[in-house]
């Protein structure tokens, strides 16, 4: 028997990354699309606006953009704070002789070790032309000029034909599911969601009833591995005869009733409770932690609990937020009580502010700075602290160089959301004798277990939220 011969890689260290001006990575073949034949653009998601610009500015694009007021707001914000990032490290590598990087030439690509190679190339090897050089500030104005802003529930007519609603979806500040109905029926698409917010609006599950299709994006299982086993189909059915389809929501009533009595916002209240108690730890042991989660409402949260934490045990630890945009997310956030959850907007009735930062920052427990060569922040600075910043790439932004200052302490922490590939991330800063808390927070609807669905139970079932990371 011939065997044949596998080639042993060594393991990936820093100087098998790529060191030049950052590229991104897009959907796959988004050079070759004729963008002329699409029609409506849906935003479901601040974060989702991010790779609007790349679609607006290519030549042919005049199709209409929809997307709730609050999502459009901090999505702009998002993008001009990517757009400051960016510019900062192309001074640092300098401009690109030419707008092809020598990075992409087919000679360099097949020199790569295969897991970069597949980050690159994708797993069939055709992705590389989904990578694109960032916007300008300019394709970010000109992209905010086309969008449409609607509120929750407020109807649009597209082409005198369909009527488009966005529903709350609970995720995020802004975030939206969308109903689509014409005149031989309607359409509902379901993005990322979760029932029970802590802080924006909770997921509007009626207003979705008594579509024809529902289009969803994104489970999370709660038993995945009894689901695969038991395959069981969770496609909804697409024939025509609404008899059938009416009997199909009928046998889901009490299901979804179950599905909207569970409370997912006390799982992450829990998650946050546990993330705090890490950060106090860091903290009583000398050490600074860092934290370069990207969502708004779990950082304000985040904000929020850790303060109270610190309060109970007494430390007098500075807590610092630096972003050339964090004073405008802070005080638009302050401003949008229609966006929120019940119980932000009884805080407005009863003449609390929505969040706790502004009270944070007029007590001197939180500071805000645009950039981390500050003078006010070179001036204010005391270690050990709590940072806030971007970017959870960990290759732009403020959060570069307080890795690069703390990777060396055991007793500091980094505080990551879950990613593909947490380990590449970090590659740049080993050896790395700080601390990694990887975090996985709700960000779709709850799958139901087998049992779960024949009992219709509301009990929940544990999901690990968070696990420390060695890392040497």
Known sequence: MVRKRQKVEKPLDADDLIYAEPWYKTVKN??????????????????????????????????????????????????????SMHLEIRQFFGPEESSFPQWMKWEDLTLLPSSLKNVALGKDGGELGGWLSLYSAADVKDCMQKVLRLKYAEEICYNSTLIIKAFSSGLEIGSCNWTINGPKGGVGFISSSIFDSAHAMNFDYNALRGNDIIIYSDFSFSDGTEDVESGYDNSIPTTCNRSSLRNYENDCQELAKSLLNVDEGLEERDKLAFICSCVIDSVKAGGSVLIPISRLGIVLLLLEQISTSLDVSTLKVPMYIISSLAEEFLAFSNIIPEWLCKQRQEKLFSGEPLFAHAKLVNE?????????????????????????????SLRLGPAVHLLQRWSGDQNSLLILESGPDVDLALLPFKPMEMKVLECSFLSGIRQLSTQQRTQISTKKQDLACCR???RC
């Open 30 to 83: 988004l050079h070759l699309w004729n963008v002329s034949f699409i029609d409506v653009v849906l935003i479901s998601s601040p974060t989702g606006m991010l790779g609007l610009p790349f679609l607006t500015r290519m030549k042919g694009f005049s199709a209409k953009i929809y997307v709730t007021e609050a999502a459009a707001r901090l999505g702009q914000l998002m993008m001009e704070d990517l757009v």
């Open 364 to 392: 001197k427990k939180l500071h805000v700075f645009p950039a981390v060569h500050s003078p006010k922040l070179l001036m204010n600075w005391q270690e050990p602290c709590i940072v806030f910043s971007p970017h959870w």
């Open 468 to 470: 420390m990371l060695n």
